[in-house]
């Protein structure tokens, strides 16, 4: 792993990961087949709603909300595209509520809104989906502790050891110096997660359009013949 | 300059209807569930079950497990395993999800087979993704099986875990339970903290 892009395990400020972080030395292993190979998912994988989260929810009407497009390229380390890559997507609504029944924020759901859906990439390793802007919400980790908006993304990537979970944010966000999940990621890799505007994108009388590029890791040595 | 990689995040705990839907009820289909083997799939039957704690021994009620393992014959439904010597099983893509939030005692399990030796020399075994709120960066492991001592004793990854260490890799054949049942805890922290790996 490459611990300056990648959060340690226990970072105090974010109080969960104290109980839920391994303390013991992790155990470095040499790469077999186990570890260059992983879940294969592509276009197979997607329904015809799947990528566009302003639709896939609906039951009687539009969801409310911000409609935002958001796109970019999925690389490796190498900056080589990462074609037909399924990328998993969750996150709140506009009103900072998901629709998880165990989130009790009093903000209201919207029945219009799931939240979930998927997009997979195309040769050039691009991807888009439509949603809707996710709105701030609070939670329990400190006083007045509010998460920035943020959208959750989940790729498998080529092998087991290209497995990514994240988060993306928006560009001026203000909650973004005062959040700890954020700040668990090493200082210079913190701006990798933060989205920017584009009005190339941006549809006109639409939606507003923002870029997100993902990186993911590279292959390594071929497996070691053991 | 080549680009740097993504940093990882939590999933935290609210991952249930994008990653998990259908085990958790809600309306959206998933890629992926416990049932890891179809019934058209090869192989000897196996259920693993087991908890995931915490650091004060609590069971943790929103992690999201996935494993990922080699057929029958020891090959995985990857390009990257182009051993013509193992078969490849139509029927089995050897993938598996499973979140901890469904049941009263947060207990996960899946269905799989027994995956085969993979390359000659390392013990069956499955690989596994940890994932929770509190984790920002998941944590890698691997399942080894209890009835598998030779192999065990021979496999080359385990051979660099502390000896000490390398029981919290073994999950145990539980001969109580009905069908073929092993039980795997995954213990974050403490004396008997699960190994997790580098890779």
Same mark, same amino acid.
């Given at each position: 792993?490459?611990?300056?892009?990648?959060?340690?395990?226990?970072?105090?400020?974010?109080?969960?990961?104290?109980?839920? $972080?391994?303390?013991?030395?992790?155990?470095?292993?040499?790469?077999?087949?186990?570890?260059?190979?992983?879940?294969?998912?592509?276009?197979?994988?997607?329904?015809?709603?799947?990528?566009?989260?302003?639709?896939?929810?609906?039951?009687?009407?539009?969801?409310?909300?911000?409609?935002?497009?958001?796109? $970019?390229?999925?690389?490796?380390?190498?900056? =080589?595209?990462?074609?037909?890559?399924?990328?998993?997507?969750?996150?709140?609504?506009?009103?900072?509520?998901?629709? /998880?029944?165990?989130?009790?924020?009093?903000?209201?759901?919207?029945?219009?809104?799931?939240?979930?859906?998927?997009?997979?990439?195309?040769?050039?390793?691009?991807?888009?989906?439509?949603?809707?802007?996710?709105?701030?919400?609070?939670?329990?980790?400190? /006083?007045?502790?509010? =998460?920035?908006? /943020?959208? /959750?993304?989940?790729?498998?990537?080529?092998?087991?050891?290209?497995?990514?979970?994240?988060?993306?944010?928006?560009?001026?966000?203000?909650?973004?110096?005062?959040?700890?999940?954020?700040?668990?990621?090493?200082? $210079?890799?913190?701006?990798?997660?933060?989205?920017?505007?584009?009005?190339?994108?941006?549809?006109?009388?639409?939606?507003? $359009?923002?870029?997100?590029?993902?990186?993911?890791?590279?292959?390594?040595?071929?497996?070691?013949?053991? | 300059?080549?680009?740097?990689?993504?940093?990882?995040?939590?999933?935290?705990?609210?991952?249930?209807?994008?990653?998990?839907?259908?085990?958790?009820?809600?309306?959206?289909?998933?890629?992926?569930?416990?049932?890891?083997?179809?019934?058209?799939?090869?192989?000897?039957r196996v259920r693993i079950i087991g908890q995931v704690f915490d650091g004060e021994g609590t069971p943790v009620p929103d992690a999201l497990l996935e494993f990922w393992q080699a057929n029958a014959h020891g090959r995985y439904n990857h390009?990257?395993?182009?051993?013509?010597?193992?078969?490849?099983?139509?029927?089995?893509?050897?993938?598996?999800?499973?979140?901890?939030?469904?049941?009263?005692?947060?207990?996960?399990?899946?269905?799989?087979?027994?995956?085969?030796?993979?390359?000659?020399?390392?013990?069956?075994?499955?690989?596994?993704?940890?994932?929770?709120?509190?984790?920002?960066?998941?944590?890698?492991?691997?399942?080894?099986?209890?009835?598998?001592?030779?192999?065990?004793?021979?496999?080359?990854?385990?051979?660099?875990?502390?000896?000490?260490?390398?029981?919290?890799?073994?999950?145990?054949?539980?001969?109580?339970?009905?069908?073929?049942?092993?039980?795997?805890?995954?213990?974050?922290?403490?004396?008997?903290?699960?190994?997790?790996?580098?890779?």
């Amino acid at each position: 792993m490459d611990w300056s892009s990648h959060p340690a395990h226990v970072y105090r400020d974010y109080k969960s990961t104290v109980l839920r $972080g391994p303390t013991k030395p992790l155990v470095a292993i040499d790469h077999t087949l186990s570890e260059l190979t992983g879940p294969v998912y592509g276009q197979d994988s997607i329904g015809p709603l799947d990528a566009d989260l302003t639709k896939n929810g609906q039951r009687n009407g539009e969801p409310l909300g911000e409609r935002i497009i958001v796109t $970019g390229r999925v690389v490796d380390e190498n900056d =080589r595209p990462q074609a037909n890559t399924l990328i998993e997507i969750w996150q709140a609504n506009a009103a900072g509520r998901y629709i /998880h029944e165990i989130d009790q924020h009093d903000a209201p759901i919207d029945p219009n809104f799931l939240g979930a859906g998927r997009c997979v990439t195309d040769a050039a390793g691009r991807y888009r989906y439509m949603t809707i802007k996710p709105g701030a919400y609070p939670w329990g980790n400190h /006083h007045n502790a509010w =998460r920035p908006n /943020h959208i /959750h993304l989940s790729l498998f990537g080529p092998s087991f050891t290209s497995r990514l979970v994240t988060q993306m944010y928006f560009p001026g966000d203000p909650l973004l110096e005062l959040d700890p999940i954020f700040h668990g990621v090493p200082e $210079g890799a913190r701006d990798r997660l933060i989205s920017s505007f584009a009005i190339d994108v941006t549809e006109p009388q639409y939606a507003l $359009g923002y870029e997100f590029d993902i990186v993911l890791r590279g292959p390594n040595a071929t497996p070691l013949e053991i | 300059m080549s680009p740097r990689q993504t940093p990882s995040q939590t999933v935290g705990p609210f991952f249930a209807y994008g990653l998990a839907p259908e085990q958790y009820g809600y309306r959206f289909t998933s890629i992926a569930d416990h049932a890891v083997a179809s019934p058209a799939t090869e192989g000897e039957r196996v259920r693993i079950i087991g908890q995931v704690f915490d650091g004060e021994g609590t069971p943790v009620p929103d992690a999201l497990l996935e494993f990922w393992q080699a057929n029958a014959h020891g090959r995985y439904n990857h390009p990257a395993d182009d051993r013509k010597d193992n078969l490849l099983d139509p029927e089995f893509k050897g993938f598996g999800r499973i979140g901890t939030g469904t049941s009263a005692d947060a207990s996960f399990h899946i269905d799989t087979v027994k995956p085969g030796a993979v390359d000659g020399r390392q013990a069956p075994h499955i690989n596994v993704v940890v994932l929770m709120r509190g984790l920002l960066t998941h944590a890698f492991t691997r399942l080894y099986f209890s009835d598998e001592e030779t192999l065990n004793a021979a496999d080359p990854i385990l051979a660099q875990v502390p000896e000490d260490r390398r029981a919290t890799l073994i999950a145990k054949q539980d001969e109580t339970l009905a069908g073929n049942v092993y039980r795997f805890d995954i213990h974050m922290q403490g004396e008997r903290e699960t190994v997790f790996f580098d890779i």
